[in-house]
């Protein structure tokens, strides 16, 4: 009886390493901070239209614009968080995929492992046989 050769499965597919825990603490910073933003928008808004109550004139189209310019930079700013954080979701989405693909490769190899295992000894025991 001859035993039927099996290939070794080659090197061991290589470990993935992702900062899962730190990438979701930073969307969840992320998060609150695009939250607070918004609250503090809110609060601004509503701070200008009570501070220029009675006010009139250039003070108040001037005060008006440097509020205008403030609310402004802070949804740029909100505009870049949510960007961010839509990448950052992107690439841990990305990861996990990656991740799963790593454990899929590990299990086909383990099995291909264990399959050249045992032919390796199959063969030996079949050349200490001496039944050649």
Do not use: K
Request: charged share 35%; hydrophobic share 40%; with cysteine.
């Amino acid at each position: 009886m001859a035993v039927t050769p099996v290939s070794h499965p080659g090197p061991r597919p290589t470990e993935f390493a992702y900062p899962f825990e730190e990438a979701r603490a930073a969307l969840e910073a992320i998060d609150e901070l695009v939250d607070e933003l918004a609250r503090c928008a809110a609060d601004h808004e509503a701070a200008t239209a009570e501070a220029s109550v009675g006010f009139e004139g250039a003070s108040r189209r001037a005060f008006e614009r440097r509020m205008g310019d403030a609310l402004s930079t802070m949804a740029a700013h909100r505009r870049q968080l949510d960007g961010d954080a839509q990448e950052l979701r992107a690439q841990l989405a990305i990861a996990h995929q990656r991740r799963r693909d790593r454990e899929d490769a590990m299990r086909r190899w383990d099995g291909h492992m264990a399959s050249y295992r045992d032919y390796q000894r199959e063969r030996a025991d079949f050349e200490r046989s001496g039944l050649r």
